[in-house]
């Protein structure tokens, strides 16, 4: 599988001529900029001959990625869950040619409903390690093999499951290339390069890749709870990369999540859809109390109108202002991304407090009305309107779910409809904030200064990935997301891409970030 | 077709058995009470021959409707529509058989779009004269042959397309037998009594059946202003029996109708869909606008809040208010018919004014919102809300779009929002009211009275049938409505049904009334 017939092998991919090869070298490699380790362990560390072995390697981690996403491993469609597993034994593969150990593909069993098959079974969790040495720090690396469903009609400029370089652009597209396929090949070639060099790893490493990320990562949790003073014993330090930079130049290092509760409306009334010519004006129709309510809890300018919801709120210090003011963003960048000029405010500062420590309410929709083209005279009997909140320190998720129901039923009392409405939450994930000076911030942020020459931004992201906080309550470590791609890369959209920069330089900031955090001063 | 041998044919059919007959006949037929004609004219008229008659031709008028309610005549399915032309055909035989003249199937040409299959030919209007007299009056009859969809799998108690007898319910249930294959066979049935007996129709009769009513009479109108001075010439009156009694015990005659007005909001932001997470609280979501506009529409009691709107119906007189008094209706009638206790008003009066004479305004939907079970974190960046408003007397339809246009635009303009709005009318139908004094209404209520026993309750109702305005402007005759079926006969509902003592009184009533008319003052 790791024999040096790359350029034949890439010609039969169709993925890059010969010619290019040296191209996508000179323009993509070269960009690194090794900066001299600043202490006496890392002067040891042989960064300038690991970042070469990386570039040399360059052809084999294009393949080994290209074979990872062309495996359709949808963990949505319940018809490619045989693909899902597969794509785990893709990975598993290539743990046991890397030398790792204790290789364990952790079974989590049926999947509970909502499903189609009632025995479908979930995707294995990948466990490994790679050293087991006490006297090393212990980094946890987690990724997902699963992606979202793609196919070519939705717009994709090319097949979904194939990887295609853009010669143009430098770039790679096919589903799952930036999220999380590329960032989990990313570490294994990481180990891949040392193994090259003969060059010992300067942590151990425990790896955990799930492949129900983008489906809620059912069954995860457990797993956490039940590992954490078992297969996880000894982790020092959780590495997450599944998210992005904030825009498109700048290395970030990401250090906070909003959560996000989400509820439902459900107003009831007629047994049964109405003939709005019958019946409208003579019986309570529930979609004009539900607009009621829905209209009671947000302003148009994004402001939360529920009583007791912003207090909870933990106040803007003058120091934290100072954070938004450097991180490199702009009004253009944020229009860009929604393909508007719909944002609601005009400064950068506000543009990422809103995005990031203050919640939000949105409206995502109405079940049980008419929802199609046309015009349908129907008086809709059951309702069900769909919204959450985002979540930020100091916000208690309990008490928010009771300042949410409180105001719903309220504002309904008010209306005095013969009605009947109840306002229930169907999910909550908690936010998340770390310290981002701790040690595998401060080792991430030199590597990034070592590979990219730049500070990293240190940013919050406005979405949630529960399980960051899952990992650290239960392993009671420090967890810190190190993205590999880049804000417009099109995650969970069409033509998602990774930039030929992004995969390499990444890879060097993983490998210079194992390096520096071995050679910080805790343990 | 025509011959004597119905007891074989019902026993065929397994319609009813020979000893049923007699006992639908006891119970159904008997209760006919014959009122002596009351002018020097209807002295003449043969009522009591004639419903005895009527009777006595059961068994084959069941058989007529058993056959036409067999063709699965569903207009809105476009593989059906062979079937509906074949139904076309079955009453051209019909009306070819009774003696009618000029006969002619009325191409309309093919279907506009949407339609899958851009050929589709329209189902033809059937149109037909019996009598040229000009000493007698002209009546124009309108039906439909044309059903709503029904399958067995939603819900239905027996095959919707054969027609079963219900022996302990006294009923015929069948898509169709009520909603509009009963009525239009009725009206051929009283035709073919006279026949029978060797008895000449009081008044020349001119039929317009057409195939398209259940999908929006495509055609129609069209068809009726281009004819109104040549087939459709010397009409003095219109008679549609399209509709049905207000509950199921008193028989009505309907004089008003409201209209319509559909509208949709459409709010635009984002350049495509965005994730919550990212953009909660940083752009202005065009959901939380349009809620903000729906809410400012309608209160809960069904109170239209645009200003100028209620100002412009026609105030509720002394007189009025008596006429409501009158109706046989109950609170429980409509909450059994609302399957809730949903009502806005707890008394007769209010029920009907506000199903009948005073506007409404409901909220249909939303278009390009998340609509389907579950949570999906989505920022819709466009919606289009849905709403109407019922017209009754003397809103003013061009008027009323500006109002709502306006009150829509004021109500965004104030919210401040970077997102755009814009409200557009999909389409409109007036309303129609009628002097339920005229010599047709007049004659009808003697023919009730005749055939009932009991005055008939003068009825409007909150739908819209837009043909009956069609008829009277491009006519400028009076129309009037005929119901032969009862309120809770399931008209586009599962289990559709027709009361045999409506078939058959129905038929009388309809056969009374050409005799009152004709004896009637007016020409």
């Known amino acids: ?12 991919l169709g993925l890059v001529n010969l010619q290019l090869l040296p191209r996508l070298q000179l323009r993509t490699y070269a960009t690194s900029k090794l900066a001299v380790p600043n202490n006496q362990k890392m002067t040891e560390a042989p960064f ?28 949505a469609d319940e018809s490619l869950r045989p693909m899902v597993v597969k794509k785990a034994g893709f990975f598993r593969d290539q743990l046991e040619h890397l030398g790792f150990q204790d290789i364990q593909m952790r079974e989590l069993g049926v999947q509970p409903p909502p499903v189609e098959n009632p ?40 097949e979904p499951f194939k990887l295609v370089i853009d010669e143009e652009k430098q770039l790679m597209r096919a589903r799952g290339v930036t999220d999380d396929t590329g960032p989990v090949q990313g570490w294994l070639n990481v180990v891949d390069a ?19 990320e983008e489906s809620g990562s059912i069954g995860l949790d457990k797993l956490i709870a039940d590992e954490a003073d078992k297969y ?6 959780v590495c997450i990369s599944d998210n992005y930079w904030l825009g498109t130049k700048k290395p970030v290092l990401t250090y906070g999540l909003r959560g996000c509760n989400y509820y439902q409306i459900v107003v009831e ?16 129709e529930p979609a004009i109390d539900l607009v009621k309510v829905f209209a009671s809890l947000v302003d148009s300018q994004g402001r939360i109108l529920i009583d007791g919801v912003n207090e909870m709120v933990a106040p803007v210090t003058e120091k934290e202002k100072e954070l938004y003011e450097k991180i490199d963003f702009t009004l253009d960048e944020m229009n860009a991304a929604s393909g508007s000029e719909t944002c609601l405010y005009d400064n950068k500062s506000d543009i990422l407090m809103h995005r990031w420590r203050f919640p939000s309410l949105s ?102 990935i529960p399980i960051t906080l ?38 060097k900031t993983m490998a210079a970030y194992l390096h520096y955090y071995a050679a910080s001063e805790t343990k």
Request: with cysteine; proline share 6%.
């Open 194 to 212: 040392h193994r090259e060099l003969g060059l010992e790893l300067p942590v151990n490493l425990v790896v955990c890749f799930e492949g129900m």
């Open 363 to 464: 409206i995502h929709g109405l079940e049980g009305a008419f929802s199609s083209q046309g015009a349908k005279t129907v008086i809709p009997s059951r309702v069900v309107g769909k919204f959450s909140i985002r979540t930020v320190p100091d916000m208690d998720s309990a008490t928010l779910d009771k300042l949410v129901i409180d105001h719903c039923n309220k504002v309904f009392q008010s209306l005095g409809s013969p009605n009947t409405c109840r306002t229930e939450l169907i999910h909550d994930g908690a936010y998340w904030v770390s310290n981002p000076f701790n040690a595998s911030f401060t080792a991430a942020a030199k590597a990034t200064k070592a590979v990219h020459g730049v500070e990293p931004d240190f940013t919050r992201e406005g979405g949630s």
């Open 1 to 12: 599988m790791f024999t040096g017939r790359q350029p034949a092998i890439l010609r039969k």
């Open 232 to 237: 996880f014993k000894g982790v020092d330090a």
């Open 119 to 158: 025995k479908l079974e979930l995707p294995p969790v990948v466990l490994a390690r790679y050293g087991t040495d006490p006297a090393k720090k212990t980094v946890l690396l987690y990724g997902h093999y699963d992606v979202q469903p793609a196919a070519l009609e939705d717009g994709w400029l090319s």
């Open 48 to 75: 300038k001959t690991l970042f070469e072995k990386i570039d040399q390697l360059g052809p084999r981690f294009i393949e080994h990625l290209s074979n990872a996403v062309a495996i359709p491993a949808v963990s």
């Open 470 to 507: 899952t990992f650290e309550t239960q392993l009671k470590t420090d967890v810190m997301l190190l993205p590999m791609g880049r804000g417009d890369d099109g995650a969970h959209s069409i033509n998602e891409k990774l930039d030929l920069s992004n995969y390499f330089l990444g890879m």
């Open 269 to 284: 009334g007629p047994g049964a859809d109405l003939h709005s010519g019958i019946f409208g004006g003579v019986v309570a």
